[in-house]
């Protein structure tokens, strides 16, 4: 980063959403259904002065809803009310205090109507998505098994205040809506708001900017917000302001249970599992999301017959999907916790069970596609059990609490440790155009300069500075005359969100492709030369959805982490002294800036292990980060989202387990709860 | 009402209800955006200023206190020999902090090292807490306020 | 976007003045450093409120010291105190200020504001409790005649705070010094563990040994600003005793902690109480704290 840019930034010379304002603009306060399920029967309004203006359902000048993958969500609701806090209205005026209490003037009259049905009950309306992995049969497995574990766990993921907050301005200028937010969906963003505003995809423009940690659940706070400012800026034909306000609570969870058939020597012999996530109450982006559940749940584990059946269920609570890694660590959270399980029951060490079972070159995955390659594993497994003395901490622990009624002292802490690995791969497994479209298109100009058209919002802060300069080496040209142009919508083309380290893996890709063209065509073609790369979808013989068949990750990242806990008697506090991780990422582009990836996500991780909104300074355990890589210069870059969030919370129940003796079958985990026998 | 208040070393005064808070007069009013709105309830950090010389949480003051007071924001401090000391111990052990925190993150650091001069592993978690960070490893940022430190104490030697 | 509510402010010059306006809208709310108020009383769209600030007032953020306690103003903040260590002389209470919430929090919140949340018991309360502080209450009469006097009153902490917890002040009277007195033993004990969201489970105890005899001893429980609890019995059957205590002793005076401190509703707070308890008592036979992980 420059020095100037880096020196206005820390003398907050950066401006956000929040930040603009301009006289003539009004705030935006959207008005919620309070109660729900029901049916909207009328909004009953005050008499309203004549600056302040209310928009509904069919106020909206387009489409009023937003069609998302795999289903339409209303952007006002006008008759179902689905979930408490939907929106079905707005009030739009010059001052905000003054909208929020006219807004609790405002009432609703809804019906009730009866809920959707419990997720255990077959119903296909509460149903939004199913996936089936299949291979062998089961029964045959299950005949060939020593003994069959049963396990029930459970995911409940905490609710996350996201900063920067979700305030949206819009401006129309000429015939464009100029648009300030937060988001990493930009062609999605622009999209529905076009489709909601009734106008055409090119009058919006986007201003996004990069700050903190974008995460993948955003979509459902910054498309309609973006989408509903739109709309009120092209009724009123002014700025608008849409006030952000705190998120609704959601209900962030995910039951699995597993049955596995194990052999004498502790082998698989069969595994079936059936995995339920709650959606909320409209199954938008459900069956990307339900694919990854499935294939995370399946693990990582030599098994010939298997079945897995996820499901996502409907509730009347806000529709929250996708989750960060679009449920694939989450997935994995399941196969970890089975997995200690079988080992612990079988009398095994859970890291040696883990190296012995792990899928090899030859074998098939559990989607039935060839392994070519022998994951790394098995070995990075044996180096992190050496660097954090898994082996003899786990054998401790567990010598201690066995014996602990004959220890002649209470000890002031128990400690138990936890291990746990995680694959992650960056390809939307679905083939919907909205999720995997991306391009590129480089103009070298005659002035020499360069123009780098993205359409991606970068995920980390470094990253446009490592594509500045590759582009600078590739092409000998200097780095001020690279221009990296975010969004420029008359010539953008539709590309999917900046998640699942699309933007290292797909974008670097593009990038580099495009730069080599415009190389060899540099010196023979007159100037300017436009170049436009477009990513390529891989074909149904590699992988194929419908049937959960083939090889589902072009590109795989590996991570394993050790999490150590100890657990205070006289408190029943938890405490996380220490966590190793170890990731295998293919090369690195940038070191600096994916430890910081890294470490926010562990935070986030921790979030979840210990049911906090935060995890504070004086919490946050040492963390020992080793990134392997193999050196060759032919090793691509692979991401790194989800190898923490995949591989943390298992290892963490595990390691409260052990050191409490208690066998707990899920997240969250508090003191009370631990007493209390902890499920 | 009426408040005359020092904004960043200048007489100023403004017309506003009493109960607003401090954070959106200085935003909305002065135009003032390095601190930030995020929860205005004390948890976050990102709206910290520095009344009469003491770093306060911006969003739970309401503006009528600040009458006759001296208020400093990262747009003023910016300007202080101190500010580059914390850039130049920022940039030493590359703290990349991202765009929005790392405004309120500079002033923090630099007016608790006025109380901490060497800061212990405590006072580090001090200045660590004042301000929620998302991206930032601590470690990282830790080595960055020691660097700052230094700067600071070489520059007043 | 500013999620305001609307509120009426006086802002008066001098004591007379604030007495009597208060006296006057007895209704209206003290603020002192708004820490308190800004974030859990002012919700967008509330009820309108009149305000009487006092944090402007410099006789009521005054520190001075006898030689038998530390006085501080009511509007007195924490770090003020924190920086007044060699006033307070009190370990237990450095402590406990130096915990009570990031750094900025501390220069805007106020001893007074701490000890008169109306709904619950903070912090300083059960430590100030244990030190026998002295409240001076204020306010102001009027007479038939039209007449003012001018009321000040003196009142032991205990007496603050009612048994259904509710605030000791009368209509118009508010709180203006703290007079804390000093305290010699040796011992304190400080525990805050996170029960739940923002609450905590505290216990704060003081304590003076005399060649091995526990010759004081005072102890408090919090849970989660609901309760306070404090036993004089309880301590009373402490008093005297040699330490380290035989293990038969201990576990007698364990089997009796509920005889002096009802049970709390929650299964993990009476945990709490009785393995704190247990650990203060450990802790008083050896002083140094020994935390001890296994591996
Ligand atoms: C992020 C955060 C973290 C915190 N952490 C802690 C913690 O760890 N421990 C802890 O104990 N507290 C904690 N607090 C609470 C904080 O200490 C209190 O909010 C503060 O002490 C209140 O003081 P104030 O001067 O700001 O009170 P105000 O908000 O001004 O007033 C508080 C209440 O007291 C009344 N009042 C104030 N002064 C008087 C007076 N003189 N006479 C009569 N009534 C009066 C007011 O009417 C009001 O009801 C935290 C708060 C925040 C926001
Ligand atoms: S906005 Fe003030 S602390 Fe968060
Ligand atoms: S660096 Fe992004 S929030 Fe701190």
Known sequence: MSEDKFRSRLAGQVSFPEDISSRKMVYALQVRAERAPGILKEIILPRLPSHIKFFQAEDIPGKNYLSYPDESVPLLADTEILYPGQPVGVLTGPDADELYSIRKEISLEITPIPGFPPYRMRDSRACPAEKVIQKGSTLRGMEKAETVVEGDFSLILPEMPVYPRQAVYCTKEGGTYVLHLHSQWPSLIRKLCAQAAGISRKQVEIHFNPAGRTWDSHVGQSVPAAALTVCITSILRQPVKLIAERDLPCRKEIFYHYRAGVDQSGRLTALEAQVYLNAGAYGCFSSEVVTRLALGTAGLYQCRHLDIRAKSFRSNYPPWLPLSTWGLAQGEFGAEMLVNHIALETGQDPADWRSRNLTAKGNLNATSGKIRQTPPLSDMITELSEASDYTRKHAVSRQIRTNRNALSITPSSYAGIGMAVSRQGYDFLSRDKLLTAASVSVTLQKEGTLDVLLGTVPATPGIMAIWRKNISASLSIEEEKVNLILDRPDEQSFNGPSCLSRNILVFTKLIDQCCSIIQKKRFREALPITETRTFRRRTANEWNEEEMKGTPFSQSSWGCAVVEVSLFTATREIVIPQIWLTINCGTLLDPPGARSFVESEVRMALTHCLDKQAIKPSLFPKLHIRFEEDGKKSTQPSGLEGLALGTIPAAFTQAVSQASGITLTGLPINSARLLSGGN | MLIEFTLNSENVSVDVPAYFRLSDVLRDEFGLHGLRNACRKGYCGLCSVVLDGKLVYSCLIPVFQIRGREIMTIEGYSKTDDFEDVYKGFKKEGVHLCDYCAPTRTLTTGILLDRYARPDEHQLMEILTTVTCSCTPYETLKKGILSAARFRQRRLQ | ?295
Request: with cysteine; hydrophobic share 40%; aromatic share 8%.
């Open chain 3, 1 to 295: 976007m500013k999620e305001n509510t609307a509120f009426h402010v006086h802002i008066p010059a001098n004591m007379t003045v604030l007495l009597n306006l208060y006296n006057k809208a007895p209704g209206s709310l003290i603020m002192a450093g708004g820490t308190h108020l800004m974030n859990h009383t002012f919700q967008p769209g509330s009820d309108h409120h009149s305000i009487l600030s006092i944090s402007q007032m410099d006789e009521l953020k005054k520190i001075g010291r006898s030689d038998r306690y530390a006085e501080m103003g009511c509007c007195v903040t924490v770090n003020q105190m924190i920086d007044a260590q060699n006033l307070l002389s009190s370990p237990l209470l450095l402590e406990t200020l130096q915990h009570m919430g990031p750094h900025p929090i501390r220069n805007s919140s106020t001893i007074g504001g701490n000890l008169c949340i109306p709904e619950k018991r903070m912090d300083l309360f059960p430590v100030l409790l244990l030190l026998d502080a002295r409240l001076e209450l204020r306010h102001v009469k009027r007479k038939r005649n039209g007449r003012a006097s001018y009321k000040s009153r003196w009142i032991h902490i205990n007496s603050f705070v009612s048994s259904e917890g509710n605030l000791g002040l009368g209509e118009g009277e508010l709180l203006t010094r703290i007079r804390i007195p000093f305290y010699d033993g040796g011992f304190h004990f400080h525990r805050k563990v996170n029960i739940q969201g923002n609450d905590f489970f505290t216990i704060n105890a003081l304590a003076s040994m005399d060649k091995g005899v526990l010759s004081d001893l005072r102890v408090a429980f919090t849970n989660g600003g609901r309760f306070v609890l404090r036993s004089r019995d309880m301590e009373a059957n402490l008093m005297g005793r040699r330490f380290p205590m035989a293990p038969k002793d201990l576990e007698e005076i364990m089997k009796e902690l509920f005889k002096y401190f009802s049970v709390p509703d929650n299964h993990y707070e009476e945990y709490l109480m009785e393995s704190l308890f247990r650990q203060l008592l450990e802790s008083l036979a050896d002083p140094k704290d020994r935390e001890e992980i296994l591996l």
